[in-house]
Nanobody, 116 residues
Framework: QVQLVESGGGLVQPGGSLRLSCAAS????????MRWFRQAPGKERELVAA????????TYADSVKGRFTISRDNAKNTVYLQMNNLKLEDTAVYYC?????????WGQGTQVTVSS
């Protein structure tokens, strides 16, 4: 069964850090480009970060540049999103996706809440 499972979300104070993980099962991540999206209540879904299948190129939304880092460990079939200096506006459900050609898998999402 093909599955992406996100974990690592939670409640954190402004300025804090979290590391999200996205573990794949039923397929091998190494040939897929990976992305993290987020969606806050009442807002459109936003692409946060992306990484190529080889891990040699990354892109970030302007809103998270310098604070978030996407990485992957193909040996562990897992992708990560390190989030530092979190802000109130980072509160959202975070989703990871795996994409290859016209095939995209989505995870179920993990909630990140930044609040004082």
């Amino acid at each position: 069964q093909v599955q992406l499972v996100e974990s690592g979300g939670g409640l954190v104070q402004p300025g804090g850090s979290l590391r999200l993980s996205c573990a794949a099962s039923g397929f091998t991540l190494s040939s897929y480009a990976m992305r993290w999206f987020r969606q806050a209540p009442g807002k459109e879904r936003e692409l946060v970060a992306a990484i190529t299948s080889a891990g040699d190129s990354t892109t970030y939304a302007d809103s998270v540049k310098g604070r978030f880092t996407i990485s992957r460990d193909n040996a562990k079939n897992t992708v990560y999103l390190q989030m530092n200096n979190l802000k109130l506006e980072d509160t959202a459900v975070y989703y990871c996706t795996a994409r290859r050609r016209d095939l995209t898998y989505w995870g179920q999402g993990t909630q990140v809440t930044v609040s004082s």
